[in-house]
């Protein structure tokens, strides 16, 4: 389980540098800053099509400093990762290198899932973050499988995305790999402590960030954190840990194993236009996924505490 972390634990150093290319509000700009921070200089980060691609720069620029990136083709960043790692390996320098793919949800849940699926069977030693803004965002918000029920897309019907998210952390989870962690942009502290956690774990680590998209989500660009805290505590987005099959919730979504202490979904899915044209059955329909998905969450708290 990561270690608690309080706001002077974390380093002043800055890898990612103002003055980049993201958009006002961008939730991947927090989330990249402060994982960096985590990861520190000794990392080489590989990175596919994606806004990540547009924060690092055009060539002869870059918004990152001290810390090695390679862009790859679309579908290929786990693979791509493999590569780099097995150059690592056979250098004698995987200890002291940590080896990191860095993708859209578009990237993962959708596009590079036979790589990610591939290297973690094979026990690849990497972390792989997925950023998750819940679409393809670069290219103008098209419906991936990570966009939500619902969720109004340039790709879906009219009244939104009729399937609800693709959950990839359990996909991952039954890879029977040692580290898979949910966090939110909205979280810093949870972001650092989970990539310290993972750079110390030997083999496949996953880590799947919700990441706010001010233009995509159609929210004003200062309300970036309280959409992702609304989104963990109304238990839409649970964050937790499953450390070597031992699950564990982290902090702020702990006291949500309690419906009564969930604010109302209503609260999220009202402050964003993407879901403007939800009708009351679909706000039902929510409800719905959400206790079924703290039903799942039960289930997983009382086996770990019965190992
Ligand atoms: C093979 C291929 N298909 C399509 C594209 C165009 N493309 C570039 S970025 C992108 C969207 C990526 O979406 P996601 O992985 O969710 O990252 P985000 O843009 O949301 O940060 C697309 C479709 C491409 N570069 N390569
Ligand atoms: S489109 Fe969204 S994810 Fe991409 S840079 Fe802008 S705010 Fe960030
Ligand atoms: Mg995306």
Redesign the pocket.
């Known amino acids: 389980m990561a270690d608690k972390v309080k706001l002077y634990d974390i380093p002043e150093e800055e890898f990612l540098l103002p003055g980049n290319?993201?958009?006002a509000?961008?939730?991947?700009?927090l989330i990249y800053r402060t994982a960096l921070k985590a990861l520190g200089p000794n990392t080489i980060i590989t990175v596919p099509a994606s806004?990540l691609t547009?924060?690092h720069g055009m060539q002869g620029f870059t918004s990152v400093d001290k810390i090695s990136v390679l862009n790859t083709p679309f579908a290929t960043v786990a693979a791509s990762a493999s590569g780099i790692e097995a150059a690592l390996e056979a250098m004698g320098k995987d200890d002291e290198v940590t080896c990191v793919a860095f993708a859209g949800d578009g990237g993962t849940t959708d596009i590079g899932i036979q790589g990610l699926s591939g290297a973690a069977e094979r026990r690849t030693n990497f972390i792989y973050a997925c950023y998750d803004?819940e679409a393809y965002?670069?290219t103008g918000v098209q419906r991936s499988g990570s966009t939500p029920y619902g969720s109004f897309t340039t790709t879906t019907p009219i009244y939104g995305k009729t399937e609800h998210k693709k959950n990839m952390p359990k996909i991952l989870e039954a890879h029977d790999i040692p580290y898979v962690a949910t966090s939110c942009a909205a979280y810093p502290l949870d972001i650092y402590a989970k990539f310290k956690r993972a750079k110390k774990i030997k083999g496949t680590k996953y880590i799947h960030i919700l990441?706010p998209?001010?233009?995509?989500w159609g929210f004003s660009t200062k309300d970036t954190i309280k959409m992702g805290k609304l989104a963990v505590e109304t238990g839409f987005w649970p964050l937790y840990e499953i450390e070597n099959g031992k699950f564990s919730l982290s902090t702020p979504s702990k006291r949500l194993l309690d419906p009564a202490k969930r604010k109302p979904i209503e609260e999220y899915l009202s402050t964003q236009k993407r879901f403007n044209r939800l009708s009351n059955e679909d706000i039902e329909e929510y409800k719905r996924y959400i206790n079924q998905s703290w039903e799942y969450i039960k289930s997983k708290n009382l086996t770990t505490q019965l190992l």
């Open positions: 290319r993201m958009c509000g961008c939730g991947l700009s806004c547009v924060l803004n965002m670069n990441s998209c001010p233009p995509g």
